[in-house]
């Protein structure tokens, strides 16, 4: 009788990704070890993420994951999200304007990122396969060896153990992506953007029965349009919203006083201070930090069949894609599908699955930057687009002319937020298909352009012939 071989994973990195992972390996069959630098976000005591957004939005690449698993995590997702409709932006001093996301209602959901992460780790922990050890710190790895070190925060002890395979979920600022530089060939692309955020808060309001309700529509993701700089505002489940305001380092630096402060909302934001509240506002504002933001493209992602780096460690974006999250998630299903593609778990000894494993590492590499970094770019470029395209009379006029083909030829023209939030269309392939489709509409609108310069030519010579016929007619009569 063959004894069940049962496959060893570390997982580097206890986040939303990490935990994701944690679960997709449990259901494997595999025993799995989460090790997090962090304290158990789930004890009230402990801050959590104190320099990290409250708020994500889940779309469809993220629910198709969680909903792959079959836990019912998919289900619990949807019971404590706020769907948005739409961008409600806030131009003119107060004035509104909806901009639907699709033409067939479609909606990205508003969720907090500290309900999502406890709904994971506690699903993770009833998993009798799955440990987490909260306030280990990776010092060091040897791939070849499937040895980790760490330290033991809490109590100052140092902490070994060897497994089948290392994944690094362990965000931008990755040690197992550091670790992986010194055995592969990495090509690793950082880039800071010149913009920081700040996070800050409307509260609910009370109704005349005395009862909590939002301030603002709570189906709509606000923004506050102002070119070289936005506010957004997200709903949460408390009927508060959380606002973060995105502008240039040097904007923030120029804030030094209450009256600073004061001055440069009512001159850029001033709807919004009756929401917040002056005192409110300004306790946030200088109580809260001012994070940078920071973009990251690395290649190849796994270093034989030892490590793999997944999420943020792997493909930081700015987050004006909402697809961060998303884009993890979605890692991790398709390093399941890859896991399952190649037969690894149906390795009949211990070198066919290194040579299985291997293989389906170095085909999710190869599948996954080119998406990864396609959303990458494809975020960078919808801060432009958020902060200053969405008011502009041409983006307008396209965006609707979008929005009818695409209600018109629904499975031949599809907008580019459609593709990227509403469906599972490759990253590399909406982008393909969006230069395209603009290529097609940019000759439609220039061939209407001839024909109509060409009616008015003729109309005018026609005119004209017209106009010296009479002139004869008359002069000879």
């Not at 409250?54 to 019971?79: C, F, M, P, T, Y």
């Not at 699903?123 to 050890?133: D, G, R, S």
């Amino acid at each position: 009788m063959t004894e069940t071989v049962v496959h060893r994973v570390a997982i580097v990195g206890g986040g939303l990704v990490g935990t994701l992972a944690a679960i997709y390996f449990a259901n494997r069959g595999w025993q799995v070890t989460v090790f997090e630098l962090r304290k158990d976000p789930r004890h009230e005591d402990n801050a959590l993420l104190s320099n990290r957004s409250i708020n994500l939005a889940l779309s469809v690449r993220g629910l198709n994951a969680l909903k792959k698993l079959g836990l019912g995590l998919h289900e619990q997702v949807l019971d404590s999200v706020i769907p948005m409709k739409g961008r409600m932006l806030h131009v003119d001093r107060g004035r509104l304007v909806s901009q639907p996301y699709g033409v067939f209602g479609e909606c990205i959901n508003s969720i907090d990122r500290a309900q999502l992460l406890n709904l994971l780790l506690n699903t993770a922990e009833e998993l009798a396969n799955v440990k987490i050890l909260f306030e280990h710190q990776l010092k060091y790895c040897d791939f070849d060896s499937g040895m980790l070190l760490l330290e033991n925060h809490s109590n100052g002890s140092e902490v070994r153990q060897t497994v089948d395979l290392i994944v690094g979920a362990d965000g931008a600022y990755s040690t197992v992506r550091n670790q992986l530089m010194r055995s592969v060939r990495m090509n690793f692309q950082q880039e800071y953007i010149p913009h920081a955020y700040c996070e800050l808060n409307i509260p609910p309001v009370t109704d005349a029965n005395g009862r909590s309700k939002f301030a603002m529509d709570p189906n709509h993701l606000h923004i506050w349009p102002r070119h070289s700089f936005m506010m957004i505002a997200l709903p949460n489940t408390n009927k508060s919203f959380t606002c973060t305001l995105f502008m240039p380092f040097e904007e923030f630096g120029a804030i030094k006083t209450e009256n600073d402060l004061m001055s440069f909302f009512q001159k850029h934001f001033p709807d919004s201070i009756p929401l917040m509240g002056e005192q409110n506002l300004k306790d946030e504002y200088f109580r809260n930090p001012k994070g940078p933001m920071v973009s990251i493209k690395c290649t190849p992602y796994n270093y034989k069949d030892r490590g793999i780096i997944i999420g943020d460690a792997a493909h930081c974006m700015v987050p004006f894609y909402g697809q961060g999250m998303n884009c993890g998630f979605e890692d991790v299903f398709l390093l399941n599908d890859f896991l399952d593609k190649y037969n690894v778990d149906d390795a009949k000894d211990i070198n066919e699955f290194r040579e299985s494993l291997n293989r389906a590492l170095d085909a999710y590499t190869e599948r996954r930057h080119t998406d990864a970094a396609a959303i990458c770019d494809l975020a960078m470029r919808n801060y432009i687009e958020m902060r200053s395209d969405v008011v502009k009379p041409l983006y307008i006029i396209r965006k609707r002319i979008e929005g009818a083909l695409h209600a018109i030829f629904p499975k031949y023209f599809i907008p580019l937020y459609t593709m990227v939030s509403f469906s599972n269309i490759r990253y590399s392939e909406a982008v393909y298909r969006w230069k395209r489709q603009g290529l097609w509409l940019t000759i439609a609108a220039a061939t209407c352009g001839v024909c109509s310069i060409t009616n008015l030519l003729y109309l005018v010579l026609r005119y004209s012939r017209i106009t010296r016929f009479s002139r004869w007619f008359i002069s000879d009569s």
